[in-house]
Every structure is written in C-alpha cells, then in structure tokens.
C-alpha cells in the first residue's frame, strides 16, 4: 500500500540551510527543531527531485529512469518528510512541538566584590575595593530562594562574579554552603559557577571546583602580548603567565575551564594562535565581541570592526575544521550567544528570568548596567524587580518576532538578535537587529558546517572509515 | 563523538540520536530554561529563551 498519493507534489520545506561538505548533503533546521542531518548522493537525488514542480509520480519515473528502486525512493521520501525537510502531504503536519520538558532556571550574577587585580581595557566595571559584606549575600540567596520557591522554579543558577571572585575566595565558599542549606528544603537545585580572570587560581580551589562540579569560565584574549594588551595589571603587566599558569592548576585537578574570549579590534590578529593554542589544549571556548556601551561606535568603527571580525574569525573556523580531520575530541567551540541546539527568541534572560547584583546588593538587569539599578535585595524580590522594572521595559516581552528584520531572517532562533543591551546602548531601542547582524549572518553558517564536519566523521569512524576526508 | 542514529542508514540519511543531541544540550547547563511569568502558556519555540551560564558573559 502506498503511502502517498502519486499526484501529490512535494516541496522542500522552508527554511533549510544546506550545504555541500564532500559527498555529503548537510541540512540544518535553523527554524524549527535544530536538528542537523547528513544526505549521501543517493538520498540528495531524491531529495533534489522533490523540486516542488513535479508530482510523486514523475519523481518515480525520473527517479526510476537512474536506477532508483520505487521502494527506496518512496521510503526515503517518507523519512525526509517525518524529518520535516520535505513537506508531502497536508495529512502530516509541518508543525512540530519544539517544547522539551526543561526545567525552569533562575539566574543571579552575583557581584561578590568590586575589587580586581587586573586593569582590562576594555571592562565596563567601574572598579574600587569594595567586596560584598556576607549579609548582603545571604540576603540575596535567601531572596532568590524565596522567589524560586514563589514562582514555581525548580533551578537556580548563581554565577560568582566581579571585580575578580577569586579575590574573595572564602566568601564564595561560605556563600554555596549556605545557598545549598537554603535551597535544600524548597527542593531547588542550586548550580554554581564563576567568571574568573584565571590568574588567582591555587590547586585548594582547583580541586574544590572539581569535588563540588562547578564551572569557571577564564578570560583569555590572546597568547603573551596579544593578551597582555588588554588583560593587564594595574601597573601595567601582563597577565598571560598567570592566566596559563591558572589554567594549567585547574586541568591537572581534573577541571575543564571554558576560555571566554572577548574580540576587540586590538586582539583580532592573535585569533588565529590563540585558536590553535586551545584546540592543542583541548580546552572549550566562546568568542564574544567588545559590547562597549558607554560610546556610541561610530558607522565607520562598526563598518571597520565587523569586516575584521568576520574575516579572521572565518580564517579560524577554517582552522579548526582543518584540527578536525586531524585529531578527535568533543568540542564546544561558541560563537557569541548563538545557539545551534534549540531555538531561542532571547539571547539570554535579561528581563526575564535572570538577573544581576551588585556587592551592595543593589538589583539590576545585568552586569552591563548595574549604574542603573532596578531595585534593592532588602526591599524588593528579585523576580518582582525584574517584572516591575521601567529601565527596559519593552524587555518582559520581547521575542525575536518584535523586530521585522529580524523576524525574516533564517536565524533567528539561532541568535535571536544579539546582546540586546548593546544594541538598546548602541541603536536606541531593543526591537532591531545587532549592531553586529552582518557578522553573525556570516558566520553562523561557517559554525554549522563545523557540526556538520563533526557528524560526518562520527558516522564514518563508526563505519570503520578512516581515510575519509572532505 | 556523537552516536549516530541507525534507522535511517540504509536510506543514506544520517543525523544523530535523541539522546546525544539531549547530551549536547545540556552541555550548556543553565541554558535548559522556559522563563518565567507566561512561559506556561503553549508559546511554541519563541518561548524559549537561555539563561545565560559560564560560557554566555561579555
């Protein structure tokens, strides 16, 4: 028994991206469900024949006419069509749930000091001494707790941050020891990580991260002077040794830190090295790009910027697809807030979902923007202050769907718009694209091929095939 | 490497199993929210949205 009538006219659906990786097909799902898949020669003919012009039956014949057995063609139609590449008949909706029973999370940045040993070039932190008294972070805790508990959220993320956490590593301590004792009983899952510069790591902390699972996340802009140009101390030293040397003490105790690199027109040219560097340290990494929001960037400085950033970032995706063939581990390489994995309208949950404060315990709505608080954690709860909040309002809302530009765009629920502070800093509003729209519509499509490099050569070491290359 | 699902080998489709690809999205380890307020009404994928984790700062 057929499956489909034989008159009926299959189309691809719309918004695929593909392309070609050596024999292969590679299909990628920007706009639904974000699964990647891999067409060989036989299954693209099909795939090509279903051009939306001729009916199951002449696809049989012209397919049939190469050698293709109906059977064959007929049961790789209705696998791309379950896939939702192809769109066969209205029987089969083209609509697919893309909501996964995640549970839900609450994010706090918690500022734990204001005080670093590092003089960052770039860094929006307007830096003194101050450390967050433990009573203020106790309060803080307790208030997240309680909101969790009020608003029915299973998880809650607290991210140790500054200044540099490190700086007041025995309050850090204290404060998951007591976030673990708050949340215990609310039956809240709290998860911890922090955002170091890497240069105070010691073997006791190492080893704790490791015992305790908790993630860091370590700045690093370059190899020796390419990082020490923006990551320095405050009489003007580099930082490379230290960092390298923080790195080295978090991997022999068994931690993977994630490199975050911050891309700057003074780093850009080190991309490439660095690169490299990491992938030989087998060592995660994120590139995100300068978001300056306390000057305009001038047409030119973007124009000048984006075409820097997206020919040297380019040139290292090349590069690490090149280590691809080479050598063998499991990479999570990002690109800003771009997500390959599920759909997103929101780069991040600003506004929603997460929130920042600051060492005197002040609210706001991310670290970007602590000079403009929402609210104080002894007087307010932090959800409240997020849904009360008049700095952003349009922020409670806002989906990728609000912006028209973006809203046409295939990626959209891959990068849903950037950092949407820097584009309220830098555009005057949160409902248009990113300053940095054109690199990401580049570059995107260069992480994708890496995923699918990465699929490609799990399905041919699983076959046994070593030899192959794209 | 990710497990590649078998299913659909002999049709030359390739793609990888639901379970590696919930293993890949858990590697971001906040990023698994729905939000907050209204995320319980049936939105659709523009519900989603990530908390920012380790590796999502500026």
């Given at each position: 028994m057929k499956t489909f009538c034989e008159s009926v006219i299959p189309f691809k659906m719309p918004y695929l991206y593909s392309e070609r990786i050596g024999e292969y097909l590679l299909v990628y799902k920007p706009r639904a469900d974000h699964k990647f898949l891999l067409l060989d020669k036989h299954a693209q003919q099909i795939f090509f024949a279903c051009d939306?012009?001729?009916?199951?039956?002449?696809?049989?014949?012209?397919?049939?006419?190469?050698?293709?057995?109906?059977?064959?063609?007929?049961?790789?139609?209705?696998?791309?069509?379950?896939?939702?590449?192809?769109?066969?008949?209205?029987?089969?909706?083209?609509?697919?749930?893309?909501?996964?029973?995640?549970?839900?999370?609450?994010?706090?940045?918690?500022?734990?000091?204001?005080?670093?040993?590092?003089?960052?070039?770039?860094?929006?932190?307007?830096?003194?001494?101050?450390?967050?008294?433990?009573?203020?972070?106790?309060?803080?805790?307790?208030?997240?707790?309680?909101?969790?508990?009020?608003?029915?959220?299973?998880?809650?993320?607290?991210?140790f941050a500054g200044g540099e956490p490190l700086m007041v590593w025995e309050n850090i301590k204290h404060i998951i020891n007591f976030a673990k004792k708050c949340c215990a009983p609310m039956n809240i899952t709290p998860v911890f990580s922090i955002i170091s510069n890497g240069t105070l790591v010691k073997k006791e902390i190492a080893e704790y991260l490791k015992n305790n699972k908790i993630s860091i996340g370590v700045s690093l802009d370059g190899l020796r002077v390419v990082n020490d140009n923006q990551r320095?101390?405050?009489?003007?030293?580099?930082?490379?040794?230290?960092?390298?040397?923080?790195?080295?003490?978090?991997?022999?105790?068994?931690?993977?830190?994630?490199?975050?690199?911050?891309?700057?027109?003074?780093?850009?040219?080190?991309?490439?090295?660095?690169?490299?560097?990491?992938?030989?340290?087998?060592?995660?990494?994120?590139?995100s790009f300068e978001r300056n929001c306390s000057r305009l960037l001038s047409t030119d400085d973007l124009i000048r910027d984006s075409l820097m950033y997206t020919e040297i970032l380019s040139e290292c995706f090349v590069n690490i697809e090149e280590w691809m063939l080479r050598k063998q581990w499991n990479f999570n390489i990002k690109l800003c807030d771009i997500n390959l994995d599920r759909p997103i309208s929101r780069s991040c949950g600003i506004g929603k979902n997460s929130a920042a404060i600051d060492h005197g315990g002040r609210i706001a709505l991310c670290q970007m923007v602590f000079n403009e608080s929402i609210g104080h954690i002894g007087k307010i709860g932090l959800i409240e202050a997020i849904q009360n909040q008049q700095i952003i309002p349009e922020l409670r809302k806002k989906t990728i769907n609000d912006c028209l530009e973006c809203s046409q765009c295939i990626w959209k629920n891959v990068c849903a718009g950037g950092c949407p502070v820097f584009t309220y800093k830098q555009r005057g509003a949160i409902n248009l694209p990113s300053p940095y729209c054109k690199v990401f519509q580049t570059l995107i499509p260069k992480v994708v091929r890496l995923r699918g490099v990465k699929l490609i050569r799990s399905y041919e070491e699983q076959k046994g095939d070593k030899t192959w290359l794209p | 490497m990710v497990a590649i699902k078998n299913d659909m080998l002999a049709l030359g489709i390739i793609t990888m199993t639901q379970s590696t690809s919930s293993q890949i999205q858990s590697e971001c380890t906040d990023c698994d929210d729905e939000g907050l307020g209204d995320c319980d009404t049936d939105r659709g994928p523009d519900d989603c949205e990530c908390t920012d984790c380790v590796q999502c700062i500026g």
């Amino acid at each position: 028994m057929k499956t489909f009538c034989e008159s009926v006219i299959p189309f691809k659906m719309p918004y695929l991206y593909s392309e070609r990786i050596g024999e292969y097909l590679l299909v990628y799902k920007p706009r639904a469900d974000h699964k990647f898949l891999l067409l060989d020669k036989h299954a693209q003919q099909i795939f090509f024949a279903c051009d939306g012009k001729r009916n199951l039956e002449k696809i049989y014949g012209f397919l049939e006419n190469h050698g293709y057995k109906q059977e064959k063609i007929e049961a790789t139609i209705v696998a791309l069509n379950k896939e939702k590449i192809l769109k066969v008949s209205d029987e089969i909706s083209g609509d697919i749930s893309l909501r996964q029973a995640f549970k839900r999370t609450f994010g706090i940045w918690l500022h734990v000091t204001n005080n670093c040993n590092l003089r960052c070039s770039y860094c929006y932190i307007d830096k003194n001494k101050g450390n967050m008294p433990l009573h203020i972070a106790e309060r803080t805790v307790i208030n997240a707790v309680e909101q969790c508990g009020k608003f029915g959220i299973e998880n809650l993320s607290i991210k140790f941050a500054g200044g540099e956490p490190l700086m007041v590593w025995e309050n850090i301590k204290h404060i998951i020891n007591f976030a673990k004792k708050c949340c215990a009983p609310m039956n809240i899952t709290p998860v911890f990580s922090i955002i170091s510069n890497g240069t105070l790591v010691k073997k006791e902390i190492a080893e704790y991260l490791k015992n305790n699972k908790i993630s860091i996340g370590v700045s690093l802009d370059g190899l020796r002077v390419v990082n020490d140009n923006q990551r320095f101390h405050q009489d003007g030293r580099g930082s490379f040794n230290e960092v390298y040397n923080g790195i080295c003490v978090l991997k022999k105790a068994g931690c993977r830190p994630f490199i975050l690199i911050t891309v700057t027109s003074n780093n850009a040219n080190g991309l490439q090295e660095l690169t490299r560097f990491l992938l030989e340290h087998e060592l995660n990494f994120r590139y995100s790009f300068e978001r300056n929001c306390s000057r305009l960037l001038s047409t030119d400085d973007l124009i000048r910027d984006s075409l820097m950033y997206t020919e040297i970032l380019s040139e290292c995706f090349v590069n690490i697809e090149e280590w691809m063939l080479r050598k063998q581990w499991n990479f999570n390489i990002k690109l800003c807030d771009i997500n390959l994995d599920r759909p997103i309208s929101r780069s991040c949950g600003i506004g929603k979902n997460s929130a920042a404060i600051d060492h005197g315990g002040r609210i706001a709505l991310c670290q970007m923007v602590f000079n403009e608080s929402i609210g104080h954690i002894g007087k307010i709860g932090l959800i409240e202050a997020i849904q009360n909040q008049q700095i952003i309002p349009e922020l409670r809302k806002k989906t990728i769907n609000d912006c028209l530009e973006c809203s046409q765009c295939i990626w959209k629920n891959v990068c849903a718009g950037g950092c949407p502070v820097f584009t309220y800093k830098q555009r005057g509003a949160i409902n248009l694209p990113s300053p940095y729209c054109k690199v990401f519509q580049t570059l995107i499509p260069k992480v994708v091929r890496l995923r699918g490099v990465k699929l490609i050569r799990s399905y041919e070491e699983q076959k046994g095939d070593k030899t192959w290359l794209p | 490497m990710v497990a590649i699902k078998n299913d659909m080998l002999a049709l030359g489709i390739i793609t990888m199993t639901q379970s590696t690809s919930s293993q890949i999205q858990s590697e971001c380890t906040d990023c698994d929210d729905e939000g907050l307020g209204d995320c319980d009404t049936d939105r659709g994928p523009d519900d989603c949205e990530c908390t920012d984790c380790v590796q999502c700062i500026g």
